[in-house]
């Protein structure tokens, strides 16, 4: 059974930096990363990493965030830094086996005061 479970999130002010921990297990993943979701919005990409470290970012969030990956322990992380109001969100891990499947984790509130 798949499982992904994510940490970090909370509140920080503009400027500010987080860092996102997301550990997955149960399968073979090759590729993992971040989305976010917004009140009102729909689910976007924030970063992605692959299994041999080939990462993929948004536009929004390139210079400020960078995910990074753990192979041995099959977990990604994301540090945020800059971090601005409009990055307020809940963050979601992804983890995607290698025959396309995605999985999901809970989700995390991520809060920027201004």
């Known amino acids: 059974q798949v499982q992904v479970v994510e940490s970090g999130g909370g509140l920080v002010q503009a400027g500010g930096s987080l860092r996102l921990s997301c550990a997955a297990s149960?399968?073979?993943?090759?590729?993992m990363g971040w989305y976010r979701q917004a009140p009102g919005k729909q689910r976007e990409l924030v970063a992605t990493v692959t299994d041999i470290g080939i990462t993929r970012y948004a536009d929004s969030v390139k210079g400020r965030f960078a995910v990074s990956r753990d192979n041995a322990k099959n977990t990604v992380y994301l540090q945020m830094n800059s971090l601005k109001p409009e990055d307020t969100a809940v963050y979601y891990c992804?983890?995607?086996?290698?025959?396309?499947?995605?999985?999901w984790g809970q989700g995390t509130q991520v809060t920027v005061s201004s």
């Open positions: 992804n983890a995607r086996t290698d025959w396309g499947r995605d999985n």
């Open positions: 149960g399968s073979i993943f090759s590729i």
